[in-house]
């Protein structure tokens, strides 16, 4: 028996789903974030997580406590949207890949914009599609 595969009508809502994160992100906006990440289904394991170079955040109530704490300061998620690549992985789960600039900073300090290479996973959930792994990848 073959899966079902992603539509074009999926890949929209995926990119959709990963705009409203950067505009959430750059609102600063925890409820926004809170929207877009995925909830486990009862009795399932947390499928959140962010890791990133400097430290891992497992489970979704701890990737809302880090943006909560980044959005005291100064915080732009600005990706490349014309280097947005969503790629199926199943009929279940895609890739998101955007280049992105981030300016972040601590409340009332001075402000830097790094490149980031950020990698996510995509997960259908009962509520559409939810970000359910968040990877951010310093370009250098």
Do not use: C
């Amino acid at each position: 028996m073959s899966e079902p595969g992603i539509s074009n009508a999926d890949l929209e809502e995926i990119r959709a789903l990963f705009l409203r994160q950067a505009a959430g992100e750059t609102a600063q906006n925890i409820d926004a974030i809170d929207a877009i990440l995925a909830r486990a289904a009862a009795g399932q394991p947390d499928p959140v997580a962010f890791v990133a170079r400097a430290y891992r955040f497992w489970g979704r109530e701890a990737v809302l406590e880090h943006f909560r704490n980044v959005f005291k300061g100064t915080w732009r998620f600005e990706p490349d949207l014309s280097a947005l690549r969503i790629t199926p992985i199943s009929g279940d789960t895609a890739h998101i890949y955007a280049a992105t600039q981030i300016t972040l900073g601590p409340a009332g300090g001075a402000a830097a914009t790094y490149a980031f290479l950020v990698n996510e996973f995509a997960v259908r959930t009962p509520d559409g599609w939810r970000i359910a792994t968040i990877v951010p990848v310093p370009a250098q």
